[in-house]
């Protein structure tokens, strides 16, 4: 990946001609966590739905009297877009909800700001597979636990200690239905990750 | 005599496979395009109508304003890859101009805050 910043040639000249630049961030959780929901939320265009096609399923799968093995999965992400300025476009993107098409979060995560992992308290189990991704990529990333339709509610911490999740990234009760819910997770991603950095540094 | 195995509607693919429009290529030229890469036509080079597939007129009527990879993949209903491969054809001839993703560094950070907070 060409980064405009690195000041490489290509990325000097398509500088000139686009003046608009974008980040994405990643929004994740299991079937139901409200992932799309956020997006509507906070986005200034009604969620949109891109896919990506996985052929290599069918590699293995020489068998040329199988017409009947499906050959192409189709990935769906939903995403919208937030102009911040007039030189910077966010986009934001839910995960697949599907946990085996890994090689799309890798895709998805590739220099994206970091990761609002939603998590459903009924079934706070269906976080781990994006927690382990997060983890293991040492993506940043915060937690929103949905509280809405008044559903048995942890605390944060009880959450923390349930995901075992380390305490210095922030865990947040959201109703990603709210717009200004929406907003304050972006804000504690957006400051965990400069928090993150200035540590670092 | 149909058998249990028989495809119906979507279950049996689109009609037109997306990769013949790419005359089954799944790489771009030259560029590396991320799904987020903002895109952008030339105002300087235009296409002449009658030359060109119209999937390519489609993509470069799209990106009249700067417009990320994914959004024209949504919109024209193509899976991403299919629209990484047209786009890069279109920017080997000059057609359409484009930005790579920004790296998230403490500047832009700190950009994406102020603008947020201002939602």
Known sequence: MVSVGSDTGAGRSARDLVAVAAVKLLIAGGFGAGKTTMVASVSEITPLRTEEQLTQLSVGVDDLTGVEKKTTTTVAMDFGRITIGPDLILYLFGTPGQDRFWFMWDELAQGAIGAILLADPRRLDSCFPALDFFERRGIPFIVGVNCFDGAPLYTPEEVRQALDIEAHIPILLSDVRQRESSKALLIALTEHVLALNEQRA | ?119
């Open chain 2, 1 to 119: 005599m149909e058998d249990d195995n028989t495809w119906f509607d979507e279950e049996a693919g689109p009609l037109v496979r997306p990769y013949a429009m790419t005359g089954g290529r799944t790489r771009t030229g030259q560029t590396e395009l991320d799904m987020i890469t903002l895109v952008v036509a030339s105002r300087r080079r235009h296409a002449r109508p009658g030359a060109m597939e119209p999937e390519y007129l489609n993509i470069l009527s799209l990106c009249q304003n700067p417009t990320s990879v994914a959004e024209i993949s949504a919109n024209l209903n193509l899976p991403l890859g299919v629209v990484k491969v047209l786009l890069g054809d279109l920017i080997d001839q000059e057609l359409v101009h484009f930005r790579t993703a920004l790296t998230p560094d403490n500047e832009v950070l700190q950009a994406v805050l102020n603008g947020i907070r201002r939602l």
